[in-house]
């Protein structure tokens, strides 16, 4: 099984930017939203798939892969971007995003439709609960690998969320970590105002897990926290705080973000703010525009 060879921090910031660009003109070229909730997550994507994940686009359904699980699936814009740049399929293929007929939507597909996707997601607080049963199922078949998800922090509102925690615990499932995009938002307000969330940490402490809390934008800290916990016989939580719409100043902390289409204008905007070239931009024709 092939594992994701470490890169350096310069070199995970330098995909970071190419990915939320690329991220960004897709959404301008085919009226594709979540783009705040896209961009939240793109670092800590970067760093599983380039790092973490034992994964191999050349045998996908491995038995010994790693599994990732994205449960906040309105995020998939950017893990088809991830997906892409590590050869589960040519980056070409993303051109039919959006037409009729095309397998790239706002959701991810089911996996028989689509290399590198475990898990059709989007109905928030589904991916944890088959994460567990995916991390239970390595356990009896003695297979050494591990289950990660990555979950929203809205998505925590949800019960099935609380029952999988309290059963992963239970059975003391180690070999499965979670990764909450703690960017402080939902589709109509702060997280912790629609609910009481806060203090987020402690309560996944308080249900057994080995927890602890980081800046989601810091390949470092994902680095340290994953080595850290790596040992411990717990299930594992890594709270991620985080920003959305994290890289594009105009965007950041904007909960506009979550449903809004950025203009020709504010692609070109984009571009300069993530320092990307000129010749990288093509706004026109280089993906079709959606249809209808």
């Known amino acids: 099984m092939k594992v994701s060879q470490a890169s350096?921090?310069?070199?995970?910031?330098?995909?970071a930017r190419k990915i939320r660009f690329r991220t960004i003109r897709n959404s301008h070229l085919t009226g594709t939203p979540h783009l705040g909730s896209c961009l939240s997550c793109t670092d800590l994507l970067v760093w599983l798939y380039w790092n973490i994940?034992?994964?191999?686009?050349?045998?996908?359904?491995?038995?010994?892969r790693d599994r990732?699980?994205?449960s906040k699936g309105h995020a998939a814009p950017v893990l088809f971007?991830?997906?892409?740049?590590?050869?589960?399929?040519p980056v070409t293929d993303l051109q039919s995003y959006g037409n009729d007929g095309s397998i790239f939507g706002e959701h991810p597909p089911s996996p028989?439709?689509?290399?590198?996707?475990?898990?059709?997601?989007?109905?928030?607080?589904?991916?944890?609960?088959?994460?567990?049963?995916?991390?239970?199922?390595?356990?009896?078949?003695k297979s050494s690998y591990n289950v990660y998800v990555i979950l929203s922090d809205g998505e925590c509102n949800e019960g099935s969320v609380w029952e999988?925690?309290?059963?992963?615990?239970?059975?003391?499932?180690?070999?499965?970590?979670?990764?909450?995009?703690?960017?402080k938002w939902q589709a109509t307000g702060r997280s912790n105002e629609?609910?009481?969330?806060?203090?987020?940490?402690?309560?996944?402490?308080?249900?057994?897990?080995v927890t602890t809390e980081i800046d989601g934008h810091s390949f470092e800290e994902m680095t340290k926290a994953h080595q850290d916990l790596s040992d411990d016989p717990r299930p594992k939580a890594i709270i991620c705080n985080t920003i959305k719409g994290k890289g594009i100043p105009f965007m950041e902390d904007d909960n506009n973000w979550h449903y809004r289409i950025p203009t020709k204008e504010e692609v070109s905007q984009s571009a300069q703010a993530l320092q990307i070239h000129a010749d990288?931009?093509?706004?026109?024709?280089?993906?079709?525009?959606?249809?209808?």
């Open 8 to 15: 350096s921090t310069k070199e995970l910031e330098r995909m």
């Open 53 to 64: 994940l034992k994964l191999d686009s050349r045998d996908p359904n491995a038995p010994a």
């Open 68 to 70: 990732f699980i994205l």
């Open 81 to 89: 971007q991830v997906l892409a740049e590590r050869g589960f399929y």
């Open 112 to 141: 028989e439709h689509l290399s590198g996707i475990e898990a059709a997601t989007g109905s928030l607080g589904h991916g944890l609960p088959m994460g567990l049963g995916m991390a239970l199922a390595g356990r009896l078949q």
């Open 164 to 183: 999988s925690a309290l059963m992963a615990a239970a059975q003391n499932v180690q070999n499965l970590t979670i990764f909450i995009d703690y960017n």
């Open 194 to 209: 629609v609910l009481g969330l806060a203090p987020l940490a402690e309560k996944w402490k308080a249900f057994g897990w």
């Open 280 to 292: 990288e931009v093509l706004l026109e024709g280089s993906i079709p525009l959606k249809h209808g």
